[in-house]
């Protein structure tokens, strides 16, 4: 069983920043990638970035060069620092990890 806790999100006017965070808990000896995955209303949620415990990293194409995912493995812990976001950002945004998930976080990108 692994746990996993969101912090970081709130609301942010367009272009500005934000860093969430997820902390791992529990049976994590056996984890290899992290991720962040968001949902609006009506829409399947979507992956944002994924890592992998050696630092690989895969992003949404409608992230690139706005998001960077890090990881610190002797906190187990994964970030997402976003910027430049954009209203279309705003979603719940979820932290995963070898098929578990943390209870989802509200991003709101507004003026």
């Known amino acids: 069983q692994v746990q996993l806790v969101e912090s970081g999100g709130g609301l942010v006017q367009p272009g500005g920043s934000l860093r969430l965070s997820c902390a791992a808990s529990?049976?994590?000896?056996?984890?290899?990638?992290m991720g962040w995955y968001r949902q609006t209303p009506g829409k399947e949620r979507e992956s944002v970035a994924v890592?992998?415990?050696?630092?690989?990293?895969n992003y949404a194409d409608f992230v690139k060069g706005r998001f960077t995912i890090t990881m610190d493995n002797a906190k187990n812990t994964v970030y997402l620092q976003m910027n430049s976001l954009k209203p279309e950002d705003t979603a719940v945004y979820y932290c995963?990890?070898?098929?578990?998930w943390g209870q989802g976080i509200q991003v709101t990108v507004s003026s």
């Open positions: 529990g049976n994590i000896a056996g984890i290899y990638f």
């Open positions: 995963a990890s070898m098929g578990f």
């Open positions: 890592i992998s415990s050696g630092g690989i990293t």
